[in-house]
């Protein structure tokens, strides 16, 4: 009788175990793994965590050793199933560690979820294992490793099994095909979806996602066009699909007619929306979604803060960040990242560090992209010292090796300062090949200190690795120009025009009322362009009154002054700024962004129209935020 009590209660006892540490209980309900509790689950749980009363005799005990054991091919696979949602190994193979020691391993249902659980961990060896000692396979066994095998870019072993499999349902068809498609073998994953015997919303998502992946948006939205009920998936396939393609505005475009539809977004489509309204620095769009955001009480704790705070940080309203952060109360690593990468972004590298400081003392430990926005910070202000600290101190208290972005930080610091030799000195001694955005940085400085032969070392490496890059060309120009070798500048040209090279043309947009007005260099499409060129006539007498004179070294033609300042005078930004002064409301920021970097000479003339006109101008260029008041820049001229 002991010994089966013992075994009674060794089966009872190793249960509790594998639940406790699966779930600590509440784990599994209150953290929404399980929406709708399998009843199984529940009973498992509530059954091993009350203590049972002692066997009363012998008959009792076997009854509850029979029930323990059989009882096991039914609860296990909860559990097993569990430990797969919450990427649980260690407690699942101890699952899977029980199931043969009660002789259940080989029940369907257990081994079925043990194939599903090992391929969701990313364990295909021993999912294949499982999988090979079914003797009577379910569609949960064929189409789990089906699945697993496509996820982890196997296909041709997905392929196989696919082939082989007696009877195929939709989950085997769309697995095969997002497998596909994921590999960049978007005809074959067509092929296959043309194929189906029968296609349901999961299937066309599947298909579109595909082809938005591989960048054809016209197949995409064809098959969008023609889906014969669209859902939410389908909606957000589309807006994440040109939001992580970098094309903002069509993402807006599918999210505003979506929102036509009366089609409420969740939390996937905010989330995509806002990084589209962040890449196009939409304030106003921005404010909307995020009004969408409180009225509907979504949670902020996750994702979806720190797309907030991002949103206001990239469209210039640091206030506005800072102030979604200090409301949200359960934050995370992530929601300090975006607020730190924020305030290195505009400036601010005391209050960035100062927050860093915060989060180590909240308990909070740093990641890797944490330290990417202070090594900015550092960088955007000038403070060579502290970004080389913490750039050690990433290595030697948290263990975390340094990346070609945080090289990229480091190089990016030492070049705005001038220290343009030690920067080559830390591009030779990195561990790893320095990228192109590194070598442009080196260039930039080149042409901010005037360095003729390092900006040619840096301007050759960039061309190797990216022989299409017109700022290359356009910086190595500015520094030949700034010494008068014009000589040089023709053969740039000419060697841009072979190489069907062309320069990027400025352009500045500028939000208002709901509309965003773009503006390239001598724009004269505008409505107002009349008015426009009549306050930039008005500017520029103001400007000169103040004691502007302009910097033509920017200006790459061999052409009298009088010209250079002409063509100064008509820049993108200067065009948007004039915009802004004639519509947005005295007492309002005037917000620009621009495309390229901000020149010298429109920089200088910022920081007086500031002061002459008493409005704060705020201007995003390619790598930062100038906030332009009472005559001075945020950026202190680093940037």
């Known amino acids: 009788m002991v010994g089966v009590t013992r075994l009674a209660r060794g089966v009872s006892h190793h249960l509790v175990f594998v639940s406790l540490s699966l779930t600590r209980t509440s784990r599994l309900f209150k953290g929404g793994y399980f929406l709708r509790p399998p009843h199984q689950l529940i009973h498992v749980v509530v059954f091993f965590l009350l203590p049972p009363p002692p066997p009363t005799t012998t008959a009792d005990a ?34 899977h560690g029980l199931a043969l020691k009660l002789g259940c391993a080989s029940d369907p249902f257990v081994s079925s979820s043990l194939v599903s659980f090992y391929a969701k961990c990313g364990d295909l060896g021993s999912a294949s294992k499982v999988f090979d000692r079914i003797a009577c396979k379910d569609s949960v066994a064929w189409n789990s490793l089906i699945d697993g095998y496509a996820k982890s870019g196997a296909i041709g072993p997905a392929r196989k099994l696919f082939d082989e499999m007696p009877q195929r349902d939709l989950f085997s068809w769309t697995s095969l095909i997002n497998g596909y498609s994921k590999l960049g073998e978007i005809d074959t994953a067509r092929e296959l979806f043309d194929r189906m015997p029968e296609k349901n919303a999961v299937s066309w998502n599947a298909m579109i996602n595909g082809y938005m992946r591989s960048g054809d948006f016209a197949s995409a939205r064809r098959l969008f066009d023609e889906m014969p009920m ?29 929102r036509r539809e009366n089609l409420a977004p969740n939390t996937v489509t905010l989330v995509s929306a806002l990084s589209a309204v962040s890449g196009l620095a939409l304030l106003q769009r921005g404010k ?76 909070f430990k740093p990641n890797s992209v944490t330290f990417v926005g202070v090594l900015n910070g550092c960088s955007h202000a000038g403070m060579v010292e502290e970004g080389r600290r913490y750039f050690e101190l990433m290595r030697t208290k948290y263990d975390i090796r340094a990346t070609v972005e945080h090289y990229g930080c480091l190089v990016d610091l030492l070049c705005r300062v001038g ?9 030779n001694r990195m561990p790893m090949k320095p990228n192109k955005v590194i ?29 299409d890059v017109s700022g290359c060309y356009v910086l190595l120009s500015n520094i030949y120009a700034s010494a008068g070798r014009w000589d040089e500048v023709s053969k740039l040209r000419e ?30 499409s505008h409505p107002q362009t009349k008015e426009i060129y009549c306050k930039l006539n008005e500017m520029g007498i103001k400007l000169k009154s103040a004691g502007y004179v302009p910097d033509t070294s920017q200006v790459l033609l061999c052409v009298e002054d009088k010209d250079k300042e002409a063509e100064l005078a008509r820049h993108s930004e200067r065009l948007a700024i004039a915009f802004g002064l004639i519509n947005v ?11 390229l970097r901000v020149c010298n000479d429109c920089h200088s003339a910022t920081k007086l129209l500031s002061a002459i006109y008493e409005r704060e101008i705020v201007v995003r260029d390619n790598s930062r935020f100038h906030h332009f008041k009472d005559g001075a820049c945020s950026c202190m001229d680093y940037w």
Request: glycine share 12%.
């Open 585 to 595: 409301k005295a007492g309002a920021p005037i917000r620009v962004v621009k495309n």
């Open 230 to 258: 669209r859902n939410l998936v389908t909606w957000n396939s589309m807006i994440s699909g040109f939001e992580k393609l970098g094309l903002f505005n069509k993402a807006l475009e599918v999210y505003d007619a979506m």
């Open 288 to 363: 909307v979604i995020h009004t969408h955001v409180r009225q509907n009480g979504f949670n902020l704790d996750g994702v979806l803060g720190v797309c907030l705070i991002e949103m206001y940080s990239k469209c210039g309203s640091i206030k506005s960040a800072l102030s979604v952060f200090k409301r949200i109360h359960r934050k995370k690593v992530g929601h300090w990242t975006a607020m730190i990468t924020g305030l290195g972004m505009h400036g601010m590298a005391g209050h960035a560090i100062k927050l860093f400081g915060e989060m180590q003392g909240a308990g």
């Open 62 to 95: 076997l009854r509850r050793s029979s029930a323990s054991s059989a009882s096991s091919s039914s609860t296990l696979p909860c559990l097993i199933k569990a430990s797969a949602q919450l990427e649980a190994a260690p407690e699942g193979k101890q699952l």
């Open 495 to 524: 060697l841009m025009k072979d190489r069907g090279v062309r320069k990027d043309p400025g352009c500045s947009m500028v939000e208002y009322d709901g509309i965003v007005h773009e503006f390239i260099v001598g724009d004269r």
């Open 419 to 427: 220290r343009l030799e030690e920067a080559r000195v830390v591009i």
């Open 439 to 467: 070598w442009m940085s080196l260039l930039s400085g080149c042409r901010k200190y005037g360095n003729i032969g390092l900006g040619k070392y840096a301007a050759e490496n960039v061309v190797e690795l990216a022989p």
